[in-house]
């Protein structure tokens, strides 16, 4: 069996150092902003982010940059992919560590591409490591910083298109059945020409938009509340 | 006659002065802590040796901690000087410091050499932590407390997720739905904004939690939470700060105080596994080390009445004092973070260090290393120079004119002659003397008095010793402390203070032959104690060791402080009777039944309720046991003293009679009673081998 390093923090040399309750061991500022630099929304299941997008994470570490080694993120989750972190300066003129990261699904997995066309939603805990320089003799605990990704407005393009293809499905299975009804694509172009066509296509959409928000919405508030349940875990009194 | 020329601001002075007391009266008095201390302090004097103190206890100042490693190793440091020398408002100016900075000061009155050093100073550290500080009023605790919640609060906010601040703020079933799409970042900045503004040194913490329209429950909820995630662990010095932590955050922000003072008096102990007392004691005494540490307040602990510590029924006591010394060696070698200031009288020290072996003189000697100055061990005490008496006249008699348009035309040493330190020998004296000096010498040069002869010392014989003593009585009795369980110690002292000058003392046919100030018995650091009193038949062989305990836990402490008395007849039994002494708050003659409901448990669980005493003491009476080291104090340093043994035994006898009536009548008819039984019993015993 092949055998495998580990990587074993030092705790320091005094049993008795200060309670890690009173330590400034949590970043003193945890955001994640968009490309243009704004902050993405807060939720109740985490940090919004969207499919397709580039995010940066951005981390004020309470440690001296002469401690630290890196920032980084544990395990990231996989509909992340990261690239190496930065420091940077903030508009508050503090040195922060960006993590550049992108909201990304694999394409040749269906369900990942249902959920880029706008059915499902993925989330996760972002974990955040800030690891010491050798010989530092210091560590802390990674800090979690739950996030969600969920399709924007391309579940609304998505439907139309799908409403298109319903309608033009629904002309060709005419035709099939009915062949003195004329040309396919007449048939079709007539039926664009008219209000209710397309009221029915519209109302198809929205309901189907409806349907697939309530799902997700769904899926929310499970993960709202399995995260509302770990924080009364936690600080109950 | 005034030796002044004949000049008018000289006159006008001298016709205000006359019209005022004598501005040195008062200080030429021999002073005790407390007493009008502002009035009477003249910052000039023993300046130096007093600047030279402050750097040494300012060198305990951590500036930042992060652990033990930052505390320094403790040190002693002492104070020589003559009686007189202004030894104790030495140690008064140094809580009173003009640079606004503060120390925790705790000032011993006994020493019992049966305790460990930890145990000891557990116990007069949670007492002085407690109590109303004599200079800010105000409970040390309380002030220590506001900075650390403070801090953890912010951590608290600190360490939350972002959506855990959300769901802090408890948002309701619509705003829930409406966060499923966003806009939770306003709760959670109304959260990092209270943690924003909880930076080190802001005003009240409750006040700024409203501000910020938060809960305070929700706050201490938070913290408590925090502290179960991050002070994590079984071991002892986790569970503690755990439990002190969230003793103080209730103190701050519930104003909840009792959790915490039964914390502190013994509750502590309830956290840790049996049978590692003197590891409790030395954590304990870490956590709360660390508390001061952390609010950047050193630690002092300083013993000015060494005459008193060194003896044992007025005897200088070779052993006690040698006992003194290891242990001081050992807290040097165990303990960090506390300074140890010593004021002694030359005489004293030079005869107590004969007891100091190899082992404690290398301890005690290595000093607290000050910048360009190398290692302070020692410190004596000089008569003040010329120019501080100099500074010292004007100062008092400037304080006496008022604003006078021409004090500045009046010449230096006025109201006395030029050249009168240097000719009339108010220099180079201790400060007593020359105090008394400057007042004679002023009642001569501004009232034209003659100065008054000075009597000859009285013989002690002369003296009215029961006035004496009722005086030095009434000034011990002043301190009106709360009885707690952290005064514990300080009550078995008294006890022997009570009992120990009246040895060997004859009760109802018993004699009291020795006493033993603390015996350390069970698990229990704080509860743990009883005083251990050896009575001898006087007609018969029969003994009894009799053990007295008080019964002082409050809520939940109190039936472990029962159970922890009671340790007394664990095997190996450690005597044969014990009486345990409750000041019941509830009338009724059969305490068993006033017991709460817990502590009566124990009381019916015990099998060994037939050798125990139940008896009721008064809270006035055990004020009088916490006072009784204080009055032994202060009789050691009577005009005339030692007081004779005989003046000594006949005021304690009438001031204590119900005190002693408490401790001996009824344990004794039952020791009687049991050698009764014991003599039939062997009879009988002997009857029954006789006929197998």
Known sequence: ?237 | MSSFPDDGPVHTALDILRGKENPFESLARPQRLDDRFLDLHVPEMLAQERDLLLQVIDRYRTEEYSGSADLLQTRVVTVLGDRGSGKTHLLQSLAYREDGKSQIIVRPKYFDRDLPFEEYVLSQLAAALTEPDDVYRSRPIDDLARPLVRRLLRQAIRSMGPTDRIFALAPGRWQRLRLLWGGGRRLDRKLVALADALAPGGGDLRHLIGRHELDIELCVRLIQGHLRRFEVGEGVLASLRRALYGAMVRAVLLEETDPLFRFLDGEYAQLAAPGIRRELAARMLHALVEVCALARQPVIIAFDNLELLFSVRSQFDGELTRSFWNVLAQAVDNTRGLLVLLFAESGLLERAAGFMDSFARDRLLQGVPLFARGPVSQLRLSPPSPAAVQDLIRNRVRRSLGPLPDVERLPTSFPFPAGFLQTDGASGQNLRNTLVRLRDAYSSVVYQRAPHAPAPPPSPADLDWNSLLQSAWDRAMEHDSTPSASHLQQMHAGLAALLEPLLPFASDGWELTAVQPTLAVGDHPTYGLVSMLRWREQRGSGTCLLGIGFLLGRARGMSVDLGAKLDFFRHPSRGDRLIVLWPPTTEGDNLVELLPAATRAVWDQSRQRSRTTLRRIELSELRILMALPEWLGQVVSLPGAPAPVEAVRAFITKRCETLLHLLTLPVLQACNDEEETKSAGSTSRRAFAHEN
């Open chain 1, 1 to 237: 069996m092949k055998t495998e390093s580990i990587q074993r923090t030092l705790a320091g040399n005094d049993p008795h150092g200060i309670s890690r309750a009173l330590q400034d061991l949590t970043p003193d500022d945890c955001t994640i902003v968009d490309r243009r630099g704004k902050p993405v929304p807060l939720s109740g299941a985490g940090y919004v982010l969207h499919f397709g997008r580039a995010y940066h994470l951005r981390i004020v570490s309470p440690f001296a940059d002469d401690d630290l080694q890196e920032v980084c993120l544990v395990s990231a989750p996989t509909f992340l992919t990261t690239a190496p972190a930065f420091t940077d300066v903030d508009e508050n003129g503090r040195n922060v560590h960006v993590l550049p990261m992108r909201v990304t699904s694999d394409w040749l997995s269906i369900w990942s591409l249902l959920r880029r066309f706008g059915l499902g939603i993925d989330w996760d805990e972002l974990e955040i490591s800030q690891r010491f320089k050798p010989g530092k003799l210091r560590d802390a605990k990674p800090f979690l910083c739950p996030v969600v990704a969920r399709p924007h407005w391309s579940v609304l393009l998505v439907l139309a298109l799908f409403g298109v293809l319903a309608l033009f499905v629904q002309k060709t299975l005419d035709h099939v059945i009915d062949p003195e009804k004329g040309d396919r694509l007449d048939a079709l172009l007539q039926s664009l020409q008219r209000w209710d066509s397309w009221a029915l296509m519209f109302g198809g959409v929205f309901a189907l938009w409806c349907l697939v928000n309530s799902l997700n919405l769904c899926f929310l508030y499970q993960r709202t509340r399995e995260l509302r349940r770990n924080y009364r875990e936690t600080y109950s009194s």
